[in-house]
Nanobody
């Protein structure tokens, strides 16, 4: 069973920065894609950013383009989300996601989530 453990959330003032980390219990080479999702109270879970196994061609939600940066360190089996210029609208629980294909079946793995609160 794959475990994904997020860390780095917290309370930050508007305009501030945070870096989220997602540590995987096995080599992240096995995931063809990884991403960060977020869910605010009363809203659906939305994709924030994603990155492929090679680390190229990351994609971002329009609302975070230019402010967030997704990356992965394959040697550390860890994915990151660097968030800058944080706004109150970024307040949500952030979830790490990893996708793999194993024995011809697709799998989605999720972390437990980390709270990000942007408030003065």
């Amino acid at each position: 069973q794959v475990q994904l453990v997020e860390s780095g959330g917290g309370l930050v003032q508007p305009g501030g920065s945070l870096r989220l980390s997602c540590a995987a219990s096995r080599s992240i080479f096995s995931f063809y894609a990884m991403g960060w999702y977020r869910q605010a109270p009363g809203k659906q879970r939305d994709l924030v950013a994603s990155i492929t196994s090679g680390g190229s061609t990351p994609s971002y939600a329009e609302s975070v383009k230019g402010r967030f940066n997704i990356s992965r360190d394959n040697a550390k089996n860890t994915m990151y989300l660097q968030m800058t210029g944080l706004e109150p609208e970024d307040t949500a629980v952030y979830y790490c996601n990893a996708k793999s294909i194993e024995h011809y079946a697709r799998y989605d793995y999720w972390g437990q989530g980390t709270q990000v609160t942007v408030s003065s």
